[in-house]
């Protein structure tokens, strides 16, 4: 990956290629140049996919400061250039807005992909995992900690301690399921954070122990368990923080990717609030990001809510103090940053909770209106974590008493996932204004998993996007990596239409979309899910210049081919940041 500036063409040798009347187009120049605005940059000969309302394909569009002053054809947008516009020729090659993510964890995602976690995802047999964990035991010094992101089993007994204990006992060990929502400990790790059979389980949360002897097996499942033994492990400090988002960012934009919305990261731990707030100060971060950072229970929610926005200007909650300081600073920063308030309710994989098969629910129900309340109650967007069918209702209970108590409009309460929800329940979603925030992705890599979630009596099915979209609800696509395998777009784009699975398997074919609804839904969808339609999601005049060339077009290609098309140049605000080593675009 490199970034740099592509080599431009003049307006004259612009005039010359595009085949223009160099007199007629000239004259007509100097007749508007005094009233007309000057473009920075230019792109002309493309095939300018807008997503607009109509869908229109444009052939050039001007950008100036980092926003689109015109989109038309080549002889419209040539009033823009002057003698200092930078033109670039597209050679017909396709353009579409910037791509929107709508549910990453950045963190975690650069910190998996730098080798700071053990990514085991995409190795399956149990013997090659243990294999992959004593490699990196062989190369860790005696006492310090392994760390392993991603098991891909949907088993709770796939690992325990046992397993982990014949790979070494020199080291302790976190296996973390792909969710990132339960894992394995071996023997050491379980010893250093005190967990033993007289070990109770957190709230809303559960340390396994065996029938037998009632020691722990090594499973925890849930953030309060899992986070006995995660205090414990080293953290990345200021630095490594910043590398690891830095590098997520990059990832992202070479995928064709301008914004991610950070579904997921924890206030003050371990600084990361600090490291994007400082990356969005000083430009670097190739994506704009939206941040919507965890509450983990009650008092969390009501200290955050309380110092961040009700201006109590002092509280002991001093993890948080960057923002506040942050808040206080620089309002316009904080604003366009703040995204609202993630919460979860269940797991992924059994910890789901199904009315056919209860998992792991993390709050009462009672915690989970009276969360829910605190931000809605002050105006704020909340996005909640539920893959099981109940606890989706839950949540919609937890709105619609919200709702009921202090009504309000256009609030974009917003549920991650949403598995396979009852057909009821989508109607209930669309009456409350609910949105879905999905990911058609994961029917590629996990949908041999699924077939007990294939349509029956009132289910659609599992991630039902064509019934989502009948029924009204608003959505949004996100790949939601570490928790995903992968994070390009593309293959989301490919799987909304083609829905066939890794094994071959066409999921619910009725389900499908077309290529133009789903990059709808990666652009202007997901733009709506962080209130952000009016600035970005589609190539219009007045909105940010985020806009992506790509190897090939998406709307002609066969929709299997789309996972493997390149994104050859990202503009995020007008400005290359990111060309491809390949590309022919000079
Ligand atoms: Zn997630």
Do not use: C
Not at 302 to 324: C, D, G, M
Not at 336 to 343: A, D, I, P, Q, V
């Amino acid at each position: 990956m490199k970034v740099n500036q592509s080599k431009t063409i003049g307006r004259r040798e612009f005039l010359k290629i595009s085949g223009l009347t160099t007199v007629g187009i000239l004259s007509g120049f100097a007749r508007i140049e005094a009233s007309t605005p000057t473009a920075d940059l230019v792109l002309v000969n493309g095939k300018i996919i807008t997503v607009d309302p109509a869908d229109s394909i444009a052939r050039a569009v001007a950008i100036k400061t980092g926003r689109i002053l015109a989109v038309g054809e080549n002889e419209m947008i040539s009033k823009y250039i002057g003698r200092d516009s930078k033109v670039m020729d597209l050679r017909g090659k396709t353009v579409t807005p910037g791509l929107i993510d709508s549910h990453a964890h950045l963190p975690f995602f650069g910190l998996r992909e730098n080798g700071w976690f053990l990514k085991l995802q995409g190795v399956e047999p149990k013997d090659q995992v243990l294999e992959m964990l004593a490699q990196r035991a062989r190369k860790t010094p005696k006492g310090e900690w392994i760390s392993a992101w991603g098991v891909e089993s949907m088993s709770l007994s796939y690992l325990n301690k046992d397993d982990l204990d014949r790979v070494t006992t020199q080291h302790p060990m976190l296996v973390v399921h792909t969710g990132g929502q339960w894992g394995f400990a071996n023997s050491y790790a379980l010893k250093i954070a005190g967990i033993d059979k007289n070990t109770a389980n957190p709230a809303g949360s559960k340390v396994q122990k065996s029938s037998v002897d009632s020691e722990p097996t090594g499973l925890l499942i849930h953030y309060p368990a899992l986070d006995l033994v995660r205090r414990h492990m080293p953290v990345p400090d200021h630095e490594q923080a910043k590398d690891a988002l830095l590098f997520a960012t990059q990832l992202y934009a070479a995928e064709g990717v301008t914004t991610v919305h950070d579904n997921f990261f924890r206030l003050g731990s371990p600084h990361f609030d600090k490291a994007y707030f400082e990356l969005a100060q000083s430009g670097k971060m190739p994506v704009m990001i939206k941040l919507w950072p965890y509450m983990a229970n009650s008092k969390v929610a009501s200290n955050v809510s309380h110092v961040l926005f009700e201006s109590k200007a002092s509280h002991p909650e001093s993890k948080i103090k960057e923002l506040i300081r942050y808040n206080r600073e620089n309002p316009e920063l904080f604003s366009s940053l703040w995204g609202g308030f993630k919460m979860a309710v269940d797991g992924g994989g059994p910890p789901g909770h199904w009315y056919r098969n209860p998992g792991v629910f993390l709050h009462s129900t009672d915690e989970l209106q009276k969360m829910f309340k605190l931000f809605h109650r002050t105006g704020h967007q909340v996005s909640i974590h539920a893959v099981g069918d109940k606890a989706v209702d839950l949540i919609l209970d937890a709105i619609e008493a919200g709702l009921k108590e202090f009504p309000r409009k256009d609030h974009r309460h917003r549920i991650e996932h949403a598995l396979s929800p009852q057909t009821n329940s989508l109607k209930r979603m669309k009456r409350l204004g609910v949105l879905v925030s999905t990911h058609p992705q994961w029917l590629y890599a996990w949908g041999d998993k699924w077939t007990g979630l294939k349509r029956r009596e009132n289910y659609f099915g599992v991630i039902p996007l064509r019934s989502y979209l009948k029924s009204g609800i608003p959505l949004a696509l996100g790949a939601d990596p570490p928790a995903f395998p992968a994070y390009q777009p593309q293959l989301a784009l490919s799987e909304a239409v083609t829905r066939v699975t890794r094994g071959g398997y066409r999921f619910d074919p009725a389900e499908s979309l077309s290529i133009q609804e789903a990059l709808r839904l990666q652009t202007m969808g997901s733009a709506y899910a962080g209130f952000q339609e009016n600035e970005m999601g589609s190539i219009e005049k007045g909105k940010l210049a985020n806009m992506v060339v790509w190897s090939r077009d998406l709307y002609t290609i066969p929709p299997a081919e789309i996972r493997d098309v390149k994104a050859e140049l990202t503009l995020l605000k007008g400005k290359i940041v990111y060309k491809s080593n390949s590309s022919s675009l000079s």
